[in-house]
């Protein structure tokens, strides 16, 4: 009975130290941009992206992940690919014919190069990027990497790496082909690895380029005060793009007072503004630009220390709880008329309790900077002060914890029963033994009693053959 009864409740004990897991699933945010552009653009699809920060926010967005045809922003992805597999740029090129036929028919936009003519790698490039000229991309890719249909694994191997999901190029030069897609996500992706790279750079801002005693003027008109519905005096290069397919296409960058930003504008119209037949790709970039440097600033949103939460401790000594504050300050681009009291804090995943021993600056949890409904920035959240840890709490809260669990309650209940039906039946075979010696002794002295009348009687009989007793 008692190895039956330690079994019992070493089972018991078991279940009681099972607790449930809970699995938590974090909420994906899709961010559709800092902040909505209210003037108006043209372009189905647009990215208007800071460039003062390393995390480069999406100040503002529409389709950004839609499928487009890129045009002759491939480019960029052409320029890249040569720059990283070239060692020197000032390598000779041979032009050959097969560079030149490739084009034939096509209407594409060229630099005139001749078959047998000898250009640097550099000097194909700036026709590349400045004049968008197809027959340089052509000399490029074959002389990089012997043909162009391994050129463009390049291409396609160089996006994936930077990060590209929806790009797939099948040319060099961006001429329209079905299959030749990606998307304005995508191109920012693409610009924001070759803006690291000087050269890139450097060929990619050049307005003005001189070769064979002709002067090719950036394709880019925002760059150009002689196209005065164009020209934005603080643009700088980068790409543009047409096709009847995908439309006017421009990336280009401008900075003003300190502020940086990147647009890319993707699928514009033509459209008559004024009475005059307009590319609108341009206008769209300068109006998100001007947008961007009249109503928006840098302003600290949340300072280091700034008590954002609070939480209860447990087993903390001489504390009960603990403020949460932000690690740091946050400063980030927010309207120019800003009023503090519409900025909202919100942690995110942030636990119910914490535990002591914690240390001053312990990571919690992180939280949102939320304005107008669109989250603005983020920041950490960390502990104010160091708790430290009381074991007797600890101790007493572990037993009430345990104690407290309904499971627990219900097998400490059975325990107790069956303890309390240990003890009946325990004392019940004491009782019964109790008994039994009892009725043993007064059987005993029954006997006794019995042998001392029989010797009595002997005694006065003179008879000694009387039997003894049975007992």
């Known amino acids: 009975m008692k190895k039956l009864l330690s079994l019992i409740i070493t089972a018991c004990l078991m279940l009681s130290l099972c607790a449930p897991v809970s699995v938590f699933a974090k909420d994906v945010n899709d961010d559709k941009g800092m902040y909505k552009i209210e003037d108006k653009l043209y372009a189905d699809a647009y990215m208007l992206v800071s460039l003062d920060d390393e995390s480069y926010?999406?100040?503002?967005?529409?389709?950004?992940?839609k499928k487009k045809f890129p045009a002759s922003l491939t480019k960029i992805a052409t320029a890249m690919v040569t720059i990283n597999n070239c060692k020197d740029l000032q390598e000779k090129v041979t032009v050959n014919q097969t560079a030149i036929d490739a084009l034939a028919g096509t209407g594409a936009q060229v630099a005139g190069l001749k078959s047998g003519e000898t250009l640097t790698v550099e000097q194909?490039?700036?026709?590349?990027?400045?004049?968008s000229a197809c027959d340089a991309c052509q000399v490029l890719a074959q002389h990089i990497a012997g043909n162009t249909a391994a050129f463009v694994k390049m291409m396609n191997d160089w996006a994936t790496s930077v990060g590209c999901t929806g790009t797939h190029f099948v040319n060099p030069d961006g001429l329209h082909d079905p299959d030749h897609y990606t998307?304005?996500?995508?191109m920012e992706l693409m610009t924001l690895e070759a803006l690291k790279n000087e050269t890139f750079t450097k060929i990619a801002t050049t307005q003005l380029y001189e070769y064979n005693d002709y002067t090719f003027i950036h394709t880019n008109y925002m760059l150009d005060k002689y196209h005065i519905t164009y020209y934005y005096e603080y643009a700088e290069g980068i790409k543009t793009g047409s096709t009847s397919e995908a439309g006017?296409?421009?990336?280009t960058k401008a900075s003003k007072n300190g502020y940086n930003y990147l647009a890319i504008v993707m699928d514009s119209p033509i459209k008559k503004l004024d009475g005059i037949d307009t590319k609108c790709s341009f206008i769209d970039a300068k109006t998100m630009f001007e947008w961007a440097?009249?109503?928006?600033?840098?302003?600290?949103?949340v300072r280091a220390n700034d008590v954002i939460s609070e939480l209860p401790v447990a087993d903390g000594k001489d504390a009960d709880t603990v403020q949460l504050v932000s690690?740091?300050?946050v400063t980030t681009l927010v309207p120019a008329n800003l009023d503090p009291s519409a900025v909202m804090i919100k942690p995110v995943e942030q636990p119910e309790s914490l535990e002591a021993p914690l240390a001053k600056g312990d990571y919690v949890c992180d939280a949102e900077i939320i304005y107008g409904n669109k989250i603005i920035a983020k920041t950490k959240l960390v502990t104010a002060k160091s708790v430290e840890l009381s074991t007797f709490l600890k101790i007493s809260n572990t037993l009430r914890n345990i104690f407290g669990r309904k499971t627990v309650f219900i097998i400490l209940l059975v325990l107790i029963l069956l303890v309390m039906l240990y003890i009946f039946a325990f004392i019940s075979k004491m009782q019964k033994a109790k008994k039994r010696s009892a009725a043993k002794r007064r059987r005993r002295e029954q006997l006794d009693e019995e042998l001392n009348r029989n010797l009595k009687n002997t005694n006065r009989g003179g008879r000694n053959d009387i039997p003894p007793p049975r007992r």
Request: proline share 3%; glycine share 0%; aromatic share 10%.
């Open 57 to 65: 926010p999406v100040i503002a967005q529409k389709n950004k992940d």
């Open 124 to 131: 194909l490039l700036y026709l590349t990027m400045v004049h």
């Open 183 to 186: 998307t304005a996500a995508d």
């Open 248 to 251: 006017y296409c421009v990336i």
């Open 293 to 301: 440097f009249d109503s928006l600033k840098y302003s600290t949103v």
């Open 327 to 329: 690690e740091k300050d």
